[in-house]
């Protein structure tokens, strides 16, 4: 069953250039797809249509529900969007606010609303911290917190915009770590092919507001031709792996571990 569908999605920004042309494709309930591309590729744009923060020529349905004449709250709802910059998305005083802050707007009572903050705080382990300010935490903390704001709204699908962007190893190793652990449809923009080779189960490759390729991380990410000819390399772990394959000695040409004896 697919929750999102995109039929031929045209964009042109407003001084005519062309952002997204004629852009198919479906995410199936439960899939984890890496959307990589180069820089103006176009996937910011898109993933703004998927919510129906913009609107472009074609066609994009959520759970059967078009972001051009459909209910746009509840669209909204089902699809979470988490920036790529928290601080786009943290503007309240305290964490507690920012987390209330969709839900209340939902209209749930203020005691669901903050039952909602704690449950939201608690799956991506930043329980404790709803007194205080979002601009005194880490960027990586900040991250958690923008994320919990949108787990707060209970979607079905959360779309990230280049969600290890600007982490040290440490917080960017904890959000990997944390991201199979929600069991909503994840879309991933990111530059991070290496997060990609460990989380997705399929890729989108999008240059010049096309898809370009559309399969199987171990597919896409080893043809070297592919991603060079859009601006990409092959990840350091597929490359390591191939040059291994070459490296690894023939059998029977009496090569022996270290210290052994070649009978």
Same mark, same amino acid.
């Given at each position: 069953m697919n929750v999102i569908e995109v039929e031929q999605l045209s964009y042109t920004y407003a001084e005519g250039t062309p952002a997204l042309r004629e852009v198919t494709f479906t995410l199936a309930h439960g899939e984890t797809v890496g959307l990589i591309g180069p820089n103006g590729a176009g996937k910011s744009t898109l993933l703004l249509h998927l919510n129906g923060l913009l609107q472009g020529k074609g066609e994009v349905r959520v759970g059967g529900?078009?972001?051009?004449? @459909?209910?746009?709250? %509840?669209?909204?709802?089902?699809? @979470?969007? #988490?920036?790529? +910059?928290?601080? +786009?998305?943290?503007?309240?005083?305290?964490?507690? +606010?920012?987390?209330?802050? @969709?839900?209340? !707007?939902? @209209?749930?009572?203020?005691? %669901?609303?903050?039952?909602? #903050? +704690?449950?939201a705080l608690d799956q991506v382990g930043m329980q404790g911290v709803e007194n205080r300010s979002p601009h005194h935490l880490s960027f990586g903390e900040r991250k958690r917190v923008a994320l919990a704001t949108v787990l707060a709204m209970e979607?079905?699908?959360? #779309?990230?915009? %280049?969600?290890?962007?600007?982490?040290?190893?440490?917080?960017?190793?904890?959000?990997?770590?944390?991201?199979?652990?929600?069991?909503?449809?994840?879309?991933?923009?990111? !530059?991070d092919l290496e997060a990609v080779v460990e989380l997705c189960e399929r890729v989108l490759l999008l240059d010049q507001g096309q898809i370009f390729a559309d399969g199987p991380p171990a597919e896409i990410l080893r043809d070297a031709s592919l991603l060079a000819a859009h601006g990409l390399e092959v990840p350091l772990s597929y490359s390591l792996t191939a040059r291994s394959e070459t490296l690894d000695p023939p059998t029977g040409l009496g090569f022996a571990p270290c210290g052994g004896q070649v009978s």
């Open positions: 529900l078009s972001t051009r004449n @459909g209910p746009l709250r %509840e669209i909204r709802r089902r699809v @979470g969007l #988490v920036f790529q +910059d928290p601080d +786009d998305q943290l503007f309240m005083p305290s964490v507690r +606010d920012d987390v209330a802050f @969709g839900p209340l !707007h939902l @209209g749930l009572p203020e005691e %669901e609303a903050l039952a909602r #903050v +704690d449950w979607p079905e699908v959360l #779309v990230l915009d %280049e969600p290890t962007a600007n982490l040290d190893p440490r917080a960017r190793r904890q959000l990997l770590n944390l991201l199979p652990t929600l069991p909503q449809t994840k879309l991933l923009a990111t !530059h």
